[in-house]
């Protein structure tokens, strides 16, 4: 591994485990990625193979829901790491490669899209309709933690980074759809929802595409969740028509998997749309709080796709006009502008 010219002692105590612990001695570790959390994953190559170490400090992070996910998605079925050693004390994880190509890389290329979207589609039902009795074992998404999900947008996008003040006419407004996005969420089919099946946390496999990654977060709740986190993904966009395209394709393969999907095409669409508004709410403050509370400003350019994201669902229910009008006239331009002054 290059030297960066600074110790580090969770890489020490890795090497440590690796020779001691396991007797490993000709073995070499690359950074394979890092996440939004304290994680920090390395590629460890023998002459027998590949694994990934994840470092979670003991201290920062709790190993156990990850462990308890894990073997879930591999009694489901799909393809997830599998656990092949742990060190409780220092707070490591080797587990399966999985590779180093995610879908957001392949996807440079946008004629892979119908292919490795129609293999996540497929995933994702086979998790909704195969996941029940494991859904019903995870925590729920309820009510407290749609809206304080929600909170982050007011408290870190508008409060910390752009310092915008709302009116009381916007405050009323805002705290009105929070009220029907919460009821929207709450009403819909309850499934096995990932959290975060997106392009970053997708990989494209040879064998048993995807890999499915970092779903640790896994939840019991809303049925358009983990749809919206694939097809409005914060990191990379895709036309109106396609998406809809896609999300009845879901809705098709779900319901003749036995998966509840509501009474018609509308009404699915509409939990689309408004789950997306959600979601995309959540994400925009998690931006700005990465950048203001752990000093990671690199997903700061993506906020204005998840402001987009957000106008364009509002636009298209009318009882959203208000928020859709917020976001285009208030939040996105500001945005916008302290992106530029990042940059000056």
């Not at 023998?46 to 462990?67: F, H, N, Q, S």
């Not at 009381?168 to 009403?187: G, H, P």
Request: proline share 6%.
């Amino acid at each position: 591994m290059p030297d960066t010219g600074r110790h580090d002692p969770r890489l020490d105590l890795l090497r440590n485990w690796l020779e001691r612990g396991l007797g490993w001695h000709d073995f070499c570790l690359a950074p394979a990625s890092a996440d939004a959390s304290f994680r920090r994953y390395f590629r460890v190559t023998r002459a027998a193979g590949t694994c990934i170490a994840m470092d979670a400090p003991p201290d920062k992070e709790d190993v156990g829901p990850y462990l308890k996910v894990a073997g879930m998605l591999s009694e489901i079925g799909v393809n997830a790491p599998r656990v092949l050693g742990r060190n409780a004390t220092d707070g490591f994880l080797l587990l399966t490669d999985l590779g180093s190509v995610t879908y957001l890389m392949e996807l440079a290329d946008r004629a892979r899209g119908p292919q490795l979207y129609g293999d996540a589609i497929a995933a994702l039902v086979r998790i909704q309709a195969s996941g029940g009795e494991h859904a019903r074992a995870l925590p729920p998404y309820d009510e407290k933690l749609l809206r304080f999900e929600m909170s982050l947008f007011t408290d870190w996008l508008l409060g910390r980074h752009l310092g915008l003040e709302l009116t009381a006419a916007e405050s009323r407004q805002l705290a009105a759809a929070f009220d029907l996005l919460v009821a929207s969420a709450l009403e819909q089919p309850r499934v096995f929802v990932h959290r975060d099946y997106h392009s970053r946390n997708l990989m494209v496999c040879a064998a048993g595409n995807p890999g499915i990654l970092d779903f640790q977060d896994a939840v019991h709740g809303p049925l358009t969740y983990d749809l919206v986190s694939l097809l409005r993904d914060c990191y990379i966009a895709w036309p109106q028509e396609q998406v809809l395209a896609w999300a009845l394709d879901f809705r098709r393969h779900a319901a003749a998997a036995g998966v509840a999907t509501g009474d018609d095409d509308e009404q699915f669409l509409r939990w689309f749309d408004l789950m997306g508004v959600q979601r995309h709410l959540k994400a925009s403050g998690i931006f700005a709080r990465l950048w203001h509370r752990d000093g990671k400003p690199g997903y700061l350019p993506d906020v204005p796709r998840t402001l987009g994201y957000i106008e364009q669902a509002c636009a298209r229910q009318p009882d959203f006009g208000p928020l859709g009008e917020l976001v285009r006239n208030r939040v996105l331009p500001a945005m916008l502008a302290s992106l530029e002054a990042r940059t000056a």
